[in-house]
């Protein structure tokens, strides 16, 4: 199992209340892909900030990926150990792109290379010959069109070999026409690099009709301790999943 979750819990205050974030328990296998469903607000962006390692849980009884232990090295303040993995092995899709605008595209895919310690430009060339930017590759940010931008993103989020992409709102920023071509690319590219691929998004039915299991967070009022709660939780059979 690439990812193990259980019993996380993180919890901010939102636009009208406390909020809580709740895993009771979630798995994700080596090369699976899934989108994570919710409305705006529901915690989906706070649920892959913890997964891409760059936010810790307030309480986590296991948080194993990769073959380590994220629980026992946030408890330590292990952020270099923490940071190393995250370069290593984990590729990032942000809403917008998030290009460097002074970097030429081909230096910001080759970026999340350069991070991890791995410098590899035929597989940049490679990448942005898949994506259809290979003649955009001297350009800056700026010249691209919003649908360039995102396949460049994606293209970096790659480019590092990561055993895991996390993707958050990928088709916020593009034309709608557009959505469907952003996601099939990144199932696509993740199935030929072998990356485990989680999709945050608020639109379920395409997802699910582009071929992504869809799980959807279970969204809870106000209680009588005054928080809101999202809930998300999903158990793989270990030996199906192998």
């Given at each position: 199992m690439l990812l193990s979750l259980r019993g996380?819990?993180?919890?901010?205050?939102?636009?009208?209340?406390?909020?809580?974030?709740?895993?009771?328990?979630?798995?994700?296998?080596?090369?699976?892909?899934?989108?994570?469903?919710?409305?705006?607000?529901?915690?989906?962006?706070?649920?892959?900030?913890?997964?891409?390692?760059?936010?810790?849980?307030?309480?986590?009884?296991?948080?194993?990926?990769?073959?380590?232990?994220?629980?026992?090295?946030?408890?330590?303040?292990?952020?270099?150990?923490?940071?190393?993995?995250?370069?290593?092995?984990?590729?990032?899709?942000?809403?917008?792109?998030?290009?460097?605008?002074?970097?030429?595209?081909?230096?910001?895919?080759?970026?999340?290379?350069?991070?991890?310690?791995?410098?590899?430009?035929?597989?940049?060339?490679?990448?942005?010959?898949?994506?259809?930017?290979?003649a955009q590759l001297r350009k800056r940010p700026a010249e691209l069109s919003v649908g360039q931008r995102q396949r460049a993103a994606i293209a970096r989020a790659l480019a590092h070999r990561p055993a895991l992409v996390l993707a958050d709102e990928p088709t916020a920023s593009v034309h709608p026409e557009l959505a469907d071509a952003v996601l099939t690319l990144l199932k696509r590219e993740c199935a030929a690099a072998g990356a485990a691929l989680l999709v945050a998004t608020h639109d379920p039915a395409r997802a699910e009709r582009l071929g992504y299991p869809v799980l959807a967070c279970r969204t809870h009022a106000p209680g009588a301790d005054g928080i809101a709660r999202s809930v998300f939780e999903r158990v793989l059979d270990i030996a199906e999943a192998a």
């Open positions: 996380v819990r993180r919890a901010y205050r939102g636009d009208a209340a406390p909020f809580a974030l709740e895993v009771p328990a979630f798995d994700l296998a080596e090369g699976e892909v899934l989108a994570l469903a919710g409305p705006s607000g529901s915690g989906k962006s706070t649920l892959l900030m913890m997964l891409a390692l760059a936010a810790p849980p307030d309480a986590a009884e296991r948080f194993d990926f990769a073959g380590q232990d994220i629980a026992r090295h946030w408890k330590l303040g292990r952020g270099d150990a923490l940071a190393d993995l995250r370069a290593r092995r984990i590729g990032v899709v942000p809403q917008t792109g998030g290009l460097l605008p002074f970097l030429t595209v081909e230096a910001n895919i080759g970026l999340t290379q350069r991070i991890a310690g791995r410098t590899d430009a035929d597989r940049v060339r490679l990448l942005a010959e898949e994506l259809g930017i290979a």
